[in-house]
C-alpha cells in the first residue's frame, strides 16, 4: 500500500522560505515520478515541479527560478525548497507519485496514481 506524508508547511512573510518533505512508504522514489501539487481556495488544483527516476526535473512557470524540487532515495524522501515566497504561493500543497519512471510533458493532476494528505503554506504581505 502506498502511502505519502508531507510535512514543513507553515505560516510566514512574503520573502521568506519553507522546505516542504514527503516521506513515502510502499512505493521506491527511484522508479516513480514524483511531484509537488497544490491547490488554493476555489482554484484547481496545479503542479508544482516534478522529477522523474533519473532525476530530470519540470517546473510550473509561476515557481521557475525560486522552487526547487529534490528527492533522496535512500530516505524515500520528496523535498521542494521553496524561495522568495509570495503571497499567491498561499495553497495546500500535495506530494504526487505516478506508476512508471517517467514524468508526464504536463504535470496533470489526472495523470498521478498516489497522493498524500497535504500541508498547508500560508504567505502573507
Known amino acids: 500500500q502506498v502511502q505519502l506524508v508531507e510535512s514543513g508547511g507553515g505560516s510566514l512573510r512574503s520573502g521568506g522560505s519553507l522546505r516542504l518533505s514527503c516521506a513515502g512508504s510502499?512505493?521506491?522514489?527511484?522508479?516513480?515520478?514524483m511531484a509537488w501539487f497544490r491547490q488554493a481556495p476555489g482554484k484547481e488544483r496545479e503542479g508544482v515541479a516534478g522529477?522523474?527516476?533519473?532525476?530530470?526535473?519540470m517546473y510550473a512557470d509561476s515557481v521557475k527560478g525560486r522552487f526547487t524540487i529534490s528527492e533522496d532515495h535512500a530516505k524515500n524522501t520528496l523535498y521542494l525548497q521553496m524561495n522568495s515566497l509570495k503571497p499567491e504561493d498561499t495553497a495546500m500543497y500535495y506530494c504526487?507519485?505516478?506508476?512508471?519512471?517517467?514524468?508526464?510533458?504536463?504535470?496533470?493532476?489526472?495523470?498521478?496514481?498516489?497522493w498524500g494528505q497535504g500541508t498547508q503554506v500560508t504567505v502573507s504581505s
Open positions: 504526487a507519485a505516478r506508476n512508471g519512471d517517467s514524468c508526464p510533458q504536463t504535470l496533470s493532476r489526472m495523470a498521478f496514481d498516489y
Open positions: 522529477i522523474d527516476s533519473v532525476g530530470r526535473k
Open positions: 510502499g512505493v521506491i522514489y527511484s522508479i516513480y515520478c
